[in-house]
């Protein structure tokens, strides 16, 4: 978290909370009242300041004041690189996860990772590059037919090769995923709590 938010926290400990402004796209995009925001420095300022609470309600933390964020999808969005013959996932805000400890495809095709930092969903535009890694139970690249027979329930596991680990990729439900991975998607103020 930025110093200056830090002390800002100190000196104004018990501004009400902000709900319903700030929302996070499937692509990584911030918007307030869903206009996306452009500004590289806004973007770069929310996502250093980006965090959860112990229940699970991700938010932007504005100087002394927490911003709810409504999640699209999943608390973060990743984006795949190549580097070196494998490849690099980078959230939304510029981190980078490490390791992959579970992969999943719900019942609209998209992937979700759970990463040493966190859940996220890989970016619509960055599947293609993600595929490339997708490998059978014998090692050999996943093709058309082997993912249509997985997505019917049928065939052979596949796996997401990161390297030396093979990560078995699953199917889930997307409504299932919050309570899955412990994440609030449109957090409310509680009863009688103050909001802006």
């Known amino acids: 978290m930025d110093e200056s938010v ?8 018990n501004v009400p909370a902000v709900y319903g402004w700030l929302s996070l796209d499937r692509r990584g995009q911030w918007q307030i009242k869903d206009d996306r925001i452009t500004n590289a420095l806004v973007t770069g300022f929310i996502g250093r300041n980006y965090s959860a609470d112990l229940q699970g309600r991700w938010f932007f933390q504005n100087g002394p004041q927490r911003v709810y964020v409504r999640l699209d999808y999943t608390p973060y969005v990743f984006f795949v690189e190549r580097a070196d013959g494998e ?6 805000t510029g981190v980078r996860a490490n390791q992959i400890r579970e992969a999943l495809v719900d019942e609209n095709g ?9 859940v996220g969903a890989v970016c619509d535009r960055d599947l293609p590059v993600l595929a490339d890694a997708l490998v059978t139970s014998a090692g050999r690249p996943v093709d058309e037919s082997d993912m249509a027979d997985f997505l019917r329930g049928i065939g052979t596991p596949l796996f997401l090769a990161t390297g030396i680990r093979r990560v078995l990729l699953t199917t889930g439900a997307s409504s299932e995923l919050p309570k899955r991975f412990a994440y609030v998607a449109d957090p409310k103020p509680a009863p009688g709590e103050a909001d802006c």
């Open 6 to 13: 830090l002390k800002a926290i100190a000196k104004w400990p």
């Open 87 to 92: 490849f690099v996932l980078l959230t939304h």
């Open 110 to 118: 998209a992937v979700v990772l759970r990463t040493d930092i966190g």
